[in-house]
């Protein structure tokens, strides 16, 4: 099982960019997106359910992010809107066969990607 994503770079505060991780291997029941921000914990940004699409979002990003999902392909995408500098992180998809715990738990996910770096300038 592999999940690779990408997407990420150098963007100025107020753009936008697409975050896509491709997954093979297997199907899963949630997906998951989170960042680790320099010298901070790794946090939850938003999940998705393979089974009817339903998304959820962090507080901090909702409105601003939104998460999705093409079946077809295996793969999800974060599109992330009006970043501001403190959304600079390391992003990293996640996903689980069964979901080991609540959606916005590190340890409820049992696959991680290698992490795609945003950069947000002001």
């Known amino acids: 099982v592999q999940l690779q994503a990408f997407g990420g770079g150098l963007v100025q505060a107020g753009g936008s960019l697409r975050l896509s991780c491709a997954a093979s291997?297997?199907?899963?029941?949630?997906s998951a997106w989170f960042r680790q921000a320099p010298g901070k914990e790794r946090e939850f940004v938003a999940a998705i359910r393979w089974s009817g699409g339903s998304t959820l979002t962090a507080n901090s990003v909702s409105g601003r992010f939104t998460m999705s999902k093409d079946n077809a392909k295996n793969t999800v995408y974060l599109q992330m809107n009006s970043l501001k500098p403190e959304d600079t992180a390391v992003y990293y998809c996640?996903?689980?066969?069964?979901?080991?715990?609540?959606?916005?738990?590190?340890?409820?996910?049992?696959?991680w990607g290698q992490g795609t770096l945003v950069t947000v300038s002001s």
């Open positions: 291997g297997r199907t899963f029941s949630w």
């Open positions: 996640a996903a689980a066969g069964s979901l080991g715990g609540s959606y916005y738990y590190i340890r409820a996910y049992d696959y």
